[in-house]
Each structure stands twice: as structure tokens, then as C-alpha cells.
């Protein structure tokens, strides 16, 4: 089994930064990616940025040149940093964990960028 713990969520003015942390916990023994998602009310979970066991990246156009993701292999945790946040920006973010044996989601942490 798997848990995901996301955090460093909050409010934050625009023009700021966040940094959101996703923790990985349990029996974790396969390659995996590693994401981020948002969601803002209404509307459907769009991927953020994705990192695989490589090391690549992907980031939606939207956050691209912003938003930055990385990883702690040792730590199985994975980062976003976000910058020049934009009201936008507001959602809840979720950490996603992907390997060929399951998929798996955080609870999520909430992100509020006020103009």
C-alpha cells in the first residue's frame, strides 16, 4: 500500500511562491512517475507537471516557465516550486504516484492566489 502526504499549501499574492512537497510512503519497490495535478472547483483534474524515474519532465503550457518539478529519490518525495504565482493558479493540487501496478493520489493541498 501506498500513501501520498502533500503540503506547503496556502495563500500566497500573486507575483509570489509556493513550494509543495508530496511524500510517498509504503512498500514502493517499482519505477514510477510522479505528479502533480490541480482542480478548481467545477472543473476537471488537469496534470500539472509529471516527473518520471529518469528524471524528465513535462509541465502543462500553462505553468511552463514557472513552475518547477523535481525529486528526492531517497526521500520518495517530489517537489513543485511555483513562482510568479497567478490568481489563476488557485486550486487544490494533488500528488499523483504512478507504476505499472497502480495508480495512487494524495488528499490534496489547497492553493489560493490572491490578485
Known amino acids: 500500500q501506498v500513501q501520498l502526504v502533500e503540503s506547503g499549501g496556502g495563500l500566497v499574492q500573486a507575483g509570489g511562491s509556493l513550494r509543495l512537497s508530496c511524500a510517498a510512503s509504503?512498500?514502493?519497490?517499482?519505477?514510477?512517475?510522479m505528479g502533480w495535478y490541480r482542480q478548481a472547483p467545477g472543473k476537471q483534474r488537469d496534470l500539472v507537471a509529471i516527473?518520471?524515474?529518469?528524471?524528465?519532465?513535462n509541465y502543462a503550457d500553462s505553468v511552463k516557465g514557472r513552475f518547477t518539478i523535481s525529486r528526492d529519490n531517497a526521500k520518495n518525495t517530489v517537489y513543485l516550486q511555483m513562482n510568479s504565482l497567478k490568481p489563476e493558479d488557485t486550486a487544490v493540487y494533488y500528488c499523483?504516484?504512478?507504476?505499472?501496478?497502480?495508480?495512487?493520489w494524495g488528499k490534496g493541498t489547497l492553493v489560493t492566489v490572491s490578485s
Open positions: 509504503g512498500s514502493i519497490f517499482s519505477i514510477n512517475a
Open positions: 516527473i518520471t524515474s529518469h528524471g524528465s519532465t
Open positions: 499523483k504516484l504512478v507504476a505499472s501496478w497502480g495508480a495512487y
